[in-house]
Nanobody
C-alpha cells in the first residue's frame, strides 16, 4: 500500500518561510516524479512544483517561481518544498503526489492527506 505523509505546515507571517516534507512508503520512491499541489476551498487543486525521479529536473508554477524550491532525498524517500517570502495568497492545503513528471493533477496516482499552510498579513 502506497502512503504519502506530508508534514511541516503551520501558521507563518507574510515574508516568512516554511519547509514542507512528504515521506513516501510502499512504492519504489525513486522511480517516480513527485509533485506539489495546493487547494483552497471552492477552487480546483493548483499545481505548485514538480521534481523528476532523479531530482535533476524541476518545474514551478509562475506564482511561486523564485520563492519556492522543490528537492528530494531518495535515500530517505522524502521530497521537500522550501517556501520563502510567503504571501497571504499562498494560504492553502498543500498536497504531495507521486506519478509521472506532470503539472496536471490528473496524472498522479497517489496523494498525501495534505497539510495546512496559513500565511497571515
Amino acid at each position: 500500500q502506497v502512503q504519502l505523509v506530508e508534514s511541516g505546515g503551520g501558521l507563518v507571517q507574510a515574508g516568512g518561510s516554511l519547509r514542507l516534507s512528504c515521506a513516501g512508503s510502499g512504492r519504489t520512491f525513486s522511480r517516480y516524479a513527485m509533485g506539489w499541489f495546493r487547494q483552497v476551498p471552492g477552487k480546483e487543486r493548483e499545481f505548485v512544483a514538480v521534481i523528476d525521479s532523479g531530482g535533476a529536473g524541476t518545474a514551478y508554477a509562475g506564482s511561486v517561481k523564485g520563492r519556492f524550491t522543490v528537492s528530494r532525498d531518495n535515500a530517505k524517500n522524502t521530497v521537500y518544498l522550501q517556501m520563502s517570502s510567503l504571501k497571504p495568497e499562498d494560504t492553502a492545503v498543500y498536497y504531495c503526489a507521486s506519478g509521472p513528471y506532470s503539472s496536471s493533477s490528473r496524472s498522479y496516482d497517489y496523494w498525501g492527506q495534505g497539510t495546512q499552510v496559513t500565511v497571515s498579513s
